[in-house]
């Protein structure tokens, strides 16, 4: 079969020869873009904000946020003021000091970014909870972390049992009515009366700063603990990967409740300095259109599960925007198939880049360059300065075009220093050789590119071979009918195991036997005769987590009739 390729585009990249960088590059560079370098104390929030408000970008506008209400935008000085009251605030009036766990719980507004930055300033450690999580999600991370103060808003307090949380002794509201307890304090009331300065806690490199729960898509959520240091990789990263440079208007699609958007939604663009674009609300084609031209987005950074609804909503929808500002499409969260890479090739005339990397690695570690050709399918190859391999389970590592696990040597500057309250937990992602192991399985081409092939449990053996979920379920929404698929290994006394496709159609399509068998021969003939699926059923949406992932555990426990464990990130 020949390899399809996407070649470079030309273009002035941060990152110019991705070979001759790997080579040499070393993150003690890295370091000296910080101030810390020479003074030896950092904050991460100093770094994305303050640093830039008493530049020659103090002018340059930072936020750009809006909803179905509102519509503001915030220079980095106007920044700098907003989080200095937010960190004032919370200091004094929430008793927030070095190593507190300050959760937020809300939907993305310009107070939400404030509080975030401010809570770090302060020197907490921040838990973002996405806004749609129900009371048992709330209570088991609150109580986990054990958080001692929380802003939200009067519609999600409902949601939060504080009386049943000890730790916790100050809630914030932020607009509307406040509870007249003690426990209660009125955020925005507090924001007016406070000081726009604010004296900077200064913190040690391996102190924490942002503590995520992950995104439940193999089992319970774990608190994956990140330190300031992180920073360095979040910044190189939005230089190489997202290529961010002094005019882009970037725009990060990706709920701060997910590591994707704080590590790139919040700090990969502002530690670069670059115009950040937030909206609220939910998700729908048109209006996420009228964003890129209303603001002239140039770099924008979403997720193959909303880049598959904008195909499913169809190509005459682009064609009623001028979307002629975007210069860099980037992808994170899921596989990306490769339909969806030539389809984004067809109506932006981009290639879209995939990126992979996971909560607890912190920032992108396996990218696709923009100034790298492109495998479709293929999730890039390793950012600079840190080194990735498909080992066996002794640590061992395989030659080219082995399946195995996605390992990658401990240390890198975004490495996660602990799962919270679980220290067994953590030890278990190493393994002897000093790698750590992602729990994804994937194989690696003799260029050098990772492929990856499906989460190490979802790995099927059928027959003797191995298959990976996502080469069919790529295959299977190439046709036609299908936008959607989920794909699980179902035991079998003679075979092992049986591939079964679970398959969401496109509108207008009738879930017949016949179109089950045309969709078998179709993966039969475009991929292989021992991949084609023996099941298929058709559902009209698969069971995802809120951050919009497909997950084949719930979809397997119903198969089999089993357990489907921890359902707290599940959509409704
Ligand atoms: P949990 O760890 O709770 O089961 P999760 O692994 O889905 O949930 P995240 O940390 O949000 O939580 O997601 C990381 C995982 O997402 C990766 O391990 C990988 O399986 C998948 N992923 C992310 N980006 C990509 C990508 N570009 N290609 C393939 N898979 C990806
Ligand atoms: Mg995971």
């Known amino acids: 079969m020949k390899l399809e390729t996407l ?18 590059f070393d993150w003690k560079e890295a370091e000296n873009h910080f101030s810390w370098s020479e003074t030896g104390k950092i904050n991460i929030a100093y770094e994305a904000i303050d640093r830039h408000a008493e530049s020659g970008l103090k002018q340059k506008v930072a936020l ?28 004094t009036a929430g008793g927030v000091e070095k190593g507190d766990r300050v959760f937020i719980f809300m939907p993305r507004s310009p107070e939400l970014y404030f509080a975030v930055l401010g809570a770090i300033k302060a020197g907490a450690i921040v838990g973002p909870l996405f806004e749609a999580f129900m009371e048992g999600a709330v209570r088991d991370r609150l109580a986990d972390s054990s958080a001692k103060v929380l802003v939200t808003t009067p519609e999600l307090i409902d949601r939060v049992p504080v009386n049943e949380l000890p730790a916790l002794e100050k809630v914030f509201i932020v607009g509307g009515s406040v509870p007249s307890e003690e426990k209660y304090v009125d955020f925005n009331a507090k924001m007016q009366e406070a000081d726009t300065a604010f004296e900077i806690e200064w913190m040690n490199l391996e102190d924490g700063m942002m503590l995520h729960y992950t995104s439940g898509s193999t089992g319970k959520p ?23 440079q002094g005019n882009d208007v970037y725009w990060c699609t990706a709920d701060p409740g997910w590591v994707t958007g704080t590590s790139y939604g919040i700090f990969g663009p502002w530690l670069t300095g670059t115009t950040n674009v937030i909206v609220g609300g939910r998700f729908k084609p048109e209006a996420w259109y009228q964003t890129i031209e209303d603001y002239k987005v ?18 005459e929808v682009v064609k009623k925007f001028d979307l002629s500002s975007l210069r860099h499409i980037i992808s994170v969260g899921e ?3 490769p339909e969806v890479i030539r389809w984004g090739a067809k109506v932006f005339d981009r290639r879209i880049h995939d990126t992979w990397w996971m909560t607890e690695t912190g920032a992108m570690v396996i990218c696709n360059y923009p100034s790298m050709d492109i495998r479709p399918g293929s999730m890039g190859k390793p950012v600079p300065g840190v080194k990735a391999a498909i080992v066996d389970d002794q640590g061992n590592e395989l030659p080219p075009n082995r399946m195995g696990n996605l390992a990658i040597k401990k240390g890198w500057p975004s490495m996660m220093v602990a799962i919270w309250n679980n220290p067994e937990k953590y030890e278990s992602y190493f393994m002897p050789g000093g790698w750590y192991v992602s729990g994804d399985s994937a194989y690696m081409d003799e260029d050098g590119y990772f492929w990856f092939q499906g989460r190490v449990d979802d790995v099927i053996m059928t027959a003797g071979e191995r298959v990976g979920p996502f080469e069919v379920e790529s295959k299977l929404i190439e046709h036609p009918a299908v936008t959607e698929a989920g794909v699980i ?11 079964k496709a679970f398959v969401a159609l496109q509108e207008g399509y009738e879930p017949t036997e016949e179109l089950k068998e045309d969709i078998r021969q179709f993966v039969k003939t475009g991929l292989a005769a021992h991949a084609a699926p023996r099941e298929i059923e058709f559902r009209d949406k698969l069971p995802k987590t809120r951050s919009g992932k497909i997950m084949r555990r719930v979809l397997k426990a119903w198969e089999l009739d089993l357990p489907t464990g921890d359902l707290s990130t599940m959509e409704d």
Not at 302 to 311: D, G, I
Not at 489 to 499: A, L
Request: proline share 4%; no cysteine; net charge neutral.
């Open 489 to 499: 290994g179902k035991p079998d006394p003679v075979r092992g195991e049986i591939i």
């Open 222 to 244: 774990k608190g994956v603990l990140h330190v300031h240091r992180a920073m360095v990789q979040q910044y190189m990263t939005a230089k190489w990967v997202l290529d961010l």
């Open 298 to 315: 140039t770099v924008w950074y979403s997720a193959p599960t909303a880049f598959r609804m904008l195909m499913g909503a169809g190509d």
């Open 7 to 24: 070649t470079v585009r030309e273009g002035n990249y941060n990152l110019k020869d991705y070979d001759e960088l790997s080579a040499s």
């Open 335 to 337: 596989p990306l198939n």
């Open 64 to 91: 750009y946020y809006r909803d179905a209400d509102r519509n503001e935008k915030y220079t980095f000085e106007e920044m700098k003021e907003y989080t200095n009251k937010a960190a004032n605030v919370l200091k």
